[in-house]
């Protein structure tokens, strides 16, 4: 099978396809024919020697990717969840060694879920690691009622938190920049604020604020959030002593959390959506010869939605 290897850190162009054995299956998990991968900005960052690039370095030659959907080609002695023919999505063995820039994927069958008969196979690719970031925040913190603000509404992580929020009935605003404002509104967004025209950083009141771009906004988000209200923020490495040490003189919880694999809350991703609450944008696609121009693509970090290759 062709597979995407890379042997050390760099850019795009150390990505090599490569012809490689097709991988054998242990008894709990599926051999996937993959049908398309999304690309997430840590893929990017792994490739280049951060992202989660210390934790599976020691597996070198790597392959890269998380996201995938497609048909079960095998399944395992102990698999009972799928059969062959089965058409399944999910993000494999994250922040692990995902392996699923391939034409073949190894997969525990507890990470998988069957995918949508409305749901094409890159819009379910789409609809894993950011879907599950947006939905493993959001899920458990959110109340019907509450005031909800989201930093970068259009992007990957951020759209997919428009509409679970809505999904969880909150009041939810969303900040992007005027080319997307009419996207993130026809998500579901009860407001928009176009940080191109206002500034943002005047909004007051919120419940839960969800910073997803995990950088220097998070300090301005802070203030976003009424007293004993919600900040979250994803995984950066940035130091958040300052913050932490103002949000607890306001009663404000300030979280992190880092994205896992698990089948059960794909299968809620799933429903959502088969039920139409939830819908992936696909901005931008490729073929697999092209995937390292996926990932120039995804580290513009200007993108709409998702990226996803196609095989």
């Known amino acids: 099978m062709k597979a995407y290897l890379l042997n050390e850190p760099g850019d795009a162009s150390a990505l090599k396809l490569t012809e490689i054995s097709t991988p054998e299956i242990a008894p709990n998990e599926v051999l996937v024919k993959t049908k398309a991968i999304s690309i997430n900005p840590v893929d990017a960052k792994s490739r280049a020697g951060k992202g989660v690039y210390g934790r599976i370095k020691g597996q070198s030659p790597l392959i890269l990717g998380w996201d995938i959907a497609g048909i079960v080609e095998k399944v395992g002695s102990d698999v009972t969840k799928f059969k062959s023919g089965d058409h399944v999505f999910g993000m494999v063995n994250f922040p692990g060694h995902g392996k699923a820039y391939a034409e073949f994927v190894a997969a525990p069958q507890d990470q998988l879920a069957i995918i949508p008969d409305n749901t094409s196979f890159e819009q379910a690719a789409a609809a894993t690691l950011a879907a599950l970031t947006a939905y493993q925040i959001l899920a458990s913190r959110i109340k019907p009622g509450n005031k909800v603000l989201i930093q970068a509404s259009a992007g990957g992580v951020g759209h997919y938190a428009v509409q ?139 993108t709409r939605g998702k990226i996803v290759v196609t095989l």
């Open 164 to 302: 679970i929020a809505k999904s969880l009935g909150a009041e939810v605003t969303g900040i992007t920049s005027t080319p997307n404002a009419e996207f993130v509104k026809s998500l579901g967004a009860d407001y928009v604020i176009d940080y191109k025209k206002q500034n943002w950083q005047d909004a007051r009141g919120f419940d839960f604020s969800l910073d997803t771009l995990s950088g220097e906004p998070l300090k301005q988000m802070l203030d976003t959030v009424k007293d004993g209200g919600i900040l979250w923020t994803l995984p950066s490495g940035a130091d958040l002593t300052e913050v932490r040490e103002a949000a607890a003189k306001r009663n404000v919880e300030l979280g992190f959390s880092m994205v896992e694999s698990n089948g059960t809350d794909m299968k809620a991703i799933a429903d959502l959506l088969q039920s139409g609450k939830l819908k992936s944008e696909v901005s931008q696609t490729f073929d697999l010869p092209e995937l390292p121009k996926a990932h120039e693509a995804i580290e513009t970090g200007r």
